[in-house]
């Protein structure tokens, strides 16, 4: 047999500038944070409305582990399913206008458990190439075909339908905002194109629920889509939403099918039930605060216009998610480290997270920057565009 050396594989990794390295923090997600010692002002959270930190969540979650305890226990099927649990599936599924939700303990899990269980051996799925890396592994997990079609290409997708067996059933997935990329899936050309050939489609809103459409309730209702056109839609509750845990919502039927057959949803320990309710004040703040999803978009649009001004290449993205491409990642790395020096904390998002050439600092922005947050890191960026040039 062969060997596994690991020295050589993380070798490897270093000299191509892949090296994957953890950051110490030790404060809560804010603007200002303290990192590795250092206090920094960070634009890579996925907290994108201030909710992570927002003293009423803080204080629901205080008060439901005075009543609950912390852990939850066991799974859902076995005694994990509190009360809270089942207030906040009820809360979900009427923020997205659909029949019933389901909880998932992350939203990795729920992906795979949700893919493997719609699709088997012989079945289709197809995918955006630059969908999340959970969506792609419950794709190889299921032993169904997985072809991966050209980014928002919806007649690349028609014609890898066209040529599936017509014997099997397919399940098309994409993201709805692309978290790497910052752009929008045109969610109703997939879904007509899916009726027409009979497949089913699922939708992951991990960065568009709680900040696009009316109330936050999704990229879906921003693009007026129903459970009828979108029948699965899969969201997280670690992002927007500043708690952990993800959710799908769908038909009465999809959920009891889940409950029945998807894997990570039966055999693992539910979540405790203080972040159901820290999630349900969440959604509380969400419809009282509805000024954060405005001054988000406030943000966004300072961002890129300064970013335009100084010529950075920004991206096709109107959402919190404003990557700047770089290219190659030790020049990203290089940024990101210089950015650093300045006080700003920006994350070189590098392959195989993105494609090869595509290196970028991937900035996110949240309802809780101020203007001048956002100033000073397009200062960071123009400084070293004027370094560049001197050198
Ligand atoms: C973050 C993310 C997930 C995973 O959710 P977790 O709750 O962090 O496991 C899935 N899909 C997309 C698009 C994401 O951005």
Same mark, same amino acid.
């Given at each position: $047999?062969?060997?596994?050396?690991?020295?050589?594989?993380?070798?490897?990794?270093?000299?191509?500038?892949?090296?994957?390295?953890?950051?110490?923090?030790?404060?809560?997600?804010?603007?200002?944070?303290?990192?590795?010692?250092?206090?920094?002002?960070?634009?890579?959270?996925?907290?994108?409305?201030?909710?992570?930190?927002?003293?009423?969540?803080?204080?629901?979650?205080?008060?439901?582990?005075?009543?609950?305890?912390?852990?939850?226990?066991?799974?859902?099927?076995?005694?994990?399913?509190?009360?809270?649990?089942?207030?906040?599936?009820?809360?979900?599924?009427?923020?997205?206008?659909?029949?019933?939700?389901?909880?998932?303990?992350?939203?990795? $899990?729920?992906?795979?458990?949700?893919?493997?269980?719609?699709?088997?051996?012989?079945?289709?799925?197809?995918?955006?190439?630059?969908?999340?890396?959970?969506?792609?592994?419950?794709?190889?997990?299921?032993?169904?075909?997985?072809?991966?079609?050209?980014?928002?290409?919806?007649?690349?997708?028609?014609?890898?339908?066209?040529?599936?067996?017509?014997?099997?059933?397919?399940?098309?997935?994409?993201?709805?905002?692309?978290?790497?990329?910052?752009?929008?899936?045109?969610?109703?050309?997939?879904?007509?194109?899916?009726?027409?050939?009979?497949?089913?489609?699922?939708?992951?809103?991990?960065?568009?629920?709680?900040?696009?459409?009316?109330?936050?309730?999704?990229?879906?209702?921003?693009?007026?889509?129903?459970?009828?056109?979108?029948?699965?839609?899969?969201?997280?509750?670690?992002?927007?939403?500043?708690?952990?845990?993800?959710?799908?919502?769908?038909?009465?039927?999809?959920?009891?099918?889940?409950?029945?057959?998807?894997?990570?949803?039966?055999?693992?320990?539910?979540?405790?039930?203080?972040?159901?309710?820290?999630?349900?004040?969440?959604?509380?703040?969400?419809?009282?605060?509805?000024?954060?999803?405005?001054?988000?978009?406030?943000?966004?649009?300072?961002?890129?216009?300064?970013?335009?001004?100084?010529?950075?290449?920004? $991206?096709?993205?109107?959402?919190?998610?404003?990557?700047?491409?770089?290219?190659?990642?030790?020049?990203?790395?290089? $940024?990101?480290?210089?950015?650093?020096?300045?006080?700003?904390?920006?994350?070189?998002?590098?392959?195989?997270?993105?494609?090869?050439?595509?290196?970028?600092?991937?900035?996110?922005?949240?309802?809780?920057?101020?203007?001048?947050?956002?100033?000073?890191?397009?200062?960071?960026?123009?400084?070293?565009?004027?370094?560049?040039?001197?050198?």
């Amino acid at each position: $047999m062969k060997k596994i050396i690991l020295s050589r594989h993380l070798q490897a990794k270093q000299s191509q500038g892949l090296y994957r390295r953890r950051r110490l923090l030790s404060s809560p997600q804010q603007p200002l944070i303290e990192v590795d010692g250092k206090s920094l002002l960070g634009f890579c959270s996925n907290d994108y409305l201030g909710l992570a930190n927002h003293p009423r969540v803080v204080a629901a979650f205080k008060q439901a582990a005075d009543r609950y305890g912390v852990g939850s226990g066991a799974a859902h099927l076995v005694i994990g399913h509190s009360e809270v649990h089942h207030r906040l599936e009820e809360a979900l599924a009427e923020k997205t206008g659909r029949d019933r939700a389901l909880l998932f303990s992350s939203g990795y $899990m729920a992906n795979v458990g949700v893919i493997n269980a719609l699709v088997d051996k012989g079945d289709y799925v197809f995918e955006d190439k630059l969908n999340h890396a959970s969506l792609l592994d419950g794709g190889f997990v299921s032993k169904a075909t997985c072809q991966r079609y050209f980014h928002n290409d919806v007649s690349n997708l028609e014609k890898k339908l066209q040529s599936a067996d017509e014997g099997s059933s397919a399940l098309v997935v994409t993201d709805a905002v692309f978290s790497m990329d910052g752009d929008v899936a045109p969610l109703t050309d997939i879904s007509s194109v899916c009726e027409k050939y009979n497949a089913m489609l699922m939708v992951d809103d991990a960065h568009g629920f709680g900040v696009l459409g009316t109330g936050g309730a999704g990229t879906l209702n921003a693009q007026g889509l129903t459970q009828d056109d979108v029948p699965v839609l899969m969201a997280t509750l670690g992002k927007a939403m500043g708690t952990a845990g993800a959710f799908i919502a769908g038909s009465d039927d999809l959920i009891e099918y889940l409950i029945q057959e998807a894997r990570t949803y039966i055999y693992t320990t539910a979540m405790p039930p203080a972040i159901a309710a820290a999630t349900l004040e969440s959604l509380r703040v969400l419809d009282d605060e509805s000024w954060r999803q405005d001054r988000l978009q406030q943000l966004i649009k300072r961002f890129r216009d300064g970013a335009s001004a100084i010529g950075l290449s920004l $991206m096709a993205s109107d959402t919190a998610i404003q990557p700047v491409l770089i290219g190659e990642p030790e020049q990203a790395l290089d $940024m990101s480290f210089r950015l650093q020096q300045l006080g700003l904390l920006v994350t070189a998002i590098r392959p195989p997270t993105v494609p090869k050439g595509t290196a970028r600092l991937r900035v996110t922005l949240s309802a809780e920057h101020s203007d001048d947050n956002v100033d000073q890191l397009l200062e960071g960026f123009a400084s070293l565009q004027a370094g560049k040039f001197n050198s």
